[in-house]
T-cell receptor, first 113, second 113 residues
Framework: KAGVTQTPRYLIKTRGQQVTLSCSPISGHRSVSWYQQTPGQGLQFLFEYFSETQRNKGNFPGRFSGRQFSNSRSEMNVSTLELGDSALYLC????????????FGDGTRLSIL | GDSVTQMEGPVTLSEEAFLTINCTYTATGYPSLFWYVQYPGEGLQLLLKATKADDKGSNKGFEATYRKETTSFHLEKGSVQVSDSAVYFCALSHRNRDDKIIFGKGTRLHILP
């Protein structure tokens, strides 16, 4: 059974640009959550999508957005990139919700120059 | 609101030493408790879990007991190996609520040969 797949693994962008990250959950999983991981702040919850609807949201500015498709694949978008957005972005999936044990991908490492 | 507090790292031990990583939580009701592990360059993996008071979760030689009286879920291992070097996250969630998992900040563990 394939795990959670995140693409790309690495990205380098410059300030002001925008970026889209992709996450394919484990087959059958309907909930996809996104996290930002940095050395200073640790693991921070961005949002969760379930059946194409955003169900939970963390405390991030509106520049961070996401969506989920009918096949449960999810994308996360960050607009007007700032230096502080440099981080490892992790996606996790579960059968029914972000309160269930999460299955994580290996992340996308985003570096802002 | 709910929260998880872990001991600050890094924790450095010699191979075959006894390991304890402290975790305490603040939560209403009866949450489920988890330990996740993140190896270098990878996402998080569920290590073990406990869903009610006095339950003991165990996996790969690691153990943690759900102590409601002390609101704790300390991670222990009797004899660590170099391959246990990783970041360990304590987490909680409520099965009956549509809320996200709450993660601690993580504890980095270094095992010296």
């Amino acid at each position: 059974k394939a795990g959670v797949t995140q693409t790309p693994r690495y990205l380098i962008k410059t300030r002001g640009q925008q970026v889209t990250l992709s996450c394919s959950p484990i087959s059958g999983h309907r909930s996809v959550s996104w996290y930002q991981q940095t050395p200073g702040q640790g693991l921070q919850f961005l949002f969760e999508y379930f059946s194409e609807t955003q169900r939970n949201k963390g405390n991030f500015p509106g520049r961070f957005s996401g969506r989920q498709f009918s096949n449960s694949r999810s994308e996360m978008n960050v607009s007007t990139l700032e230096l502080g957005d440099s981080a490892l972005y992790l996606c996790a999936s579960s059968l029914t919700g972000s309160n269930q044990p999460q299955h994580f991908g290996d992340g996308t490492r985003l570096s802002i120059l | 609101g709910d929260s998880v507090t872990q001991m600050e790292g890094p924790v450095t031990l010699s191979e075959e030493a006894f390991l304890t990583i402290n975790c305490t939580y603040t939560a209403t009701g009866y949450p489920s408790l988890f330990w996740y592990v993140q190896y270098p360059g990878e996402g998080l993996q569920l290590l073990l879990k406990a869903t009610k008071a006095d339950d003991k979760g165990s996996n790969k030689g690691f153990e943690a007991t759900y102590r409601k009286e002390t609101t704790s879920f300390h991670l222990e291992k009797g004899s660590v190996q170099v391959s246990d070097s990783a970041v360990y996250f304590c987490a909680l969630s409520h099965r009956n609520r549509d809320d996200k998992i709450i993660f601690g900040k993580g504890t980095r563990l270094h095992i010296l040969p």
